[in-house]
């Protein structure tokens, strides 16, 4: 069995400030986790994936993501937002057997000017 | 094409009623999934196949629900006697065959109402 759980369901930020996204996961096998962009009326775009290689993990548009097994997290961050970063952001597990993804309930990130 | 494609991209229906939603996947990915998106919410995992494989059909919340897929290319989702509660965002996606860790290519999604 696997689990996501994104910890804020809303992130409001400023212009030009840093963006943290927490998420922890819950998995039976090794994972393989993703962060995936929702704008508004778009369809879902893949930020990033760790897939057991490197644990800090850059993605487009400026974000990483560092996996840390020992606290069983993937936060997603960003050290300076931008207001096109406005959007949805999911954090997903896949498990081993199908690739069937779990999806965290999502955060809602605002970015004031 | 270049992504996955979806129709309608909106459906409106009165309940009781049945309706098809269309997935054309990106051209040679064997795999292709159906999820569901409530309002406000994560997405759901509803079906997934794999080449000629058994789908897995383990998500499906009833059995109003069903999917089918033409070979590695198009694949319908159905819903009969659709309900109040399905109303929701249904998405498909697609990847390449073989490793579990292939990322998944999102299609635009179909908004479904029922009245």
């Known amino acids: 069995a696997q689990s996501v759980t994104q910890l804020d369901s809303h992130v409001s930020v400023s212009e030009g400030t840093p963006v943290l996204l927490r998420c922890n996961y819950s998995?039976?096998?090794?994972?393989?986790l993703f962060w995936y962009v929702q704008h508004p009326n778009k369809g879902l775009q893949l930020l990033l994936k760790?897939?057991?290689?490197?644990?800090l993990v850059k993605g487009i548009n400026g974000f990483e993501a560092e996996f840390k097994k020992s606290e069983t997290s993937f936060h997603l961050t960003k050290p300076s937002a931008h207001m096109s970063d406005a959007a949805e952001y999911f954090c997903?597990?896949?498990?081993?057997?199908?690739?069937?993804?779990?999806f965290g309930g999502g955060t809602r990130v605002l970015v004031k000017p | 094409g270049a992504g996955v494609s979806q129709s309608p991209s909106n459906k409106v229906t009165e309940k009781g009623k049945d309706v098809e939603l269309r997935c054309d996947p990106i051209?040679?990915?064997?795999?292709l999934y159906w999820y569901r998106q409530r309002l406000g919410q994560g997405l759901e995992f509803l079906i997934y196949?794999?080449?000629?494989?058994?789908?897995?059909k383990s998500g499906l919340p009833s059995d109003r629900f069903s999917a089918e897929r033409t070979g590695e290319s198009v694949s319908t989702l159905t819903i009969q006697r659709t309900q109040q509660e399905d109303s929701a965002v249904y998405l498909c996606?697609?990847?390449?065959?073989?490793?579990?860790?292939?990322?998944?290519?999102f299609g635009p999604g179909t908004r479904l109402t029922v009245l």
């Open positions: 997903v597990v896949s498990a081993a057997a199908g690739n069937k993804l779990t």
């Open positions: 998995s039976s096998y090794s994972p393989s």
């Open positions: 760790y897939t057991s290689a490197a644990t």
């Open positions: 051209s040679g990915h064997t795999a």
């Open positions: 196949f794999q080449g000629n494989s058994a789908p897995d």
């Open positions: 996606a697609s990847s390449f065959p073989g490793r579990t860790t292939d990322t998944q290519y």
